[in-house]
């Protein structure tokens, strides 16, 4: 709603000003819809072309999609949904493609995480891609890329493609499903540590959003 004692010059109706009033948001919206469509042809090109090239990608999209969410999120103190899960999978992706391209156990660890809880989220929180919508874009690449970057790396990369070849049973439960877990209950403890107890109460007084409190407020068993 807009005031016209307040943004609309004197000379300006209120009809007459309404239009001018958008047209920055109506101009990010088309940006980000170019964009959008680039980063799709992209993404085909580069996994057909150079499959084992597209963490490179990915890489750039995290560093540039995920520095705008920090900031926008920061202004409306959401900035601590930014600790969950998904963007831990992020992280321990990245950490290995960058740092330890060449261990066969974050290897696997990455593609536990990008394969298992971080696809599942797409169906879960019903993400979409909308080309003119930033933020849905930006949830939708951190629960995908991460998938398609480890399914680049199994098939594509000649130096560790093969240590992904089926496991023995046991094997494969320790590496795909033991450890990750393990990792998983790291995450728990660390988030809980930061949330609860570091910045428990700066996040009340802030009014700051985490995903336990959305996911209760939410939640099918709350009472009325």
Known sequence: MVRDDVCAPCCLTRRQFLPHCFV?????????????????ALTAFIIGRCPSQYYVFWTVKSVLLFTWRYISYRRKSLQWLMLELCYFGNFVGLIHVWFFPESIAQRRLTFAFASGPLMWSIAAMRNSLVFHDVDKSTTLMMHASPAMAAWTLRWYDDKLGDAMAPLDLPDAFRDLVAIPVMWYVVWVVLYYFVVFQCFGERIRREGGVTM?????????????
């Open 212 to 224: 336990v409190c959305t996911s209760l407020n939410h939640s099918i068993f709350r009472t009325p």
């Open 24 to 40: 920055d948001r109506r101009s990010w919206s088309e940006i980000a819809f170019f964009f959008g469509v680039i980063n799709v």
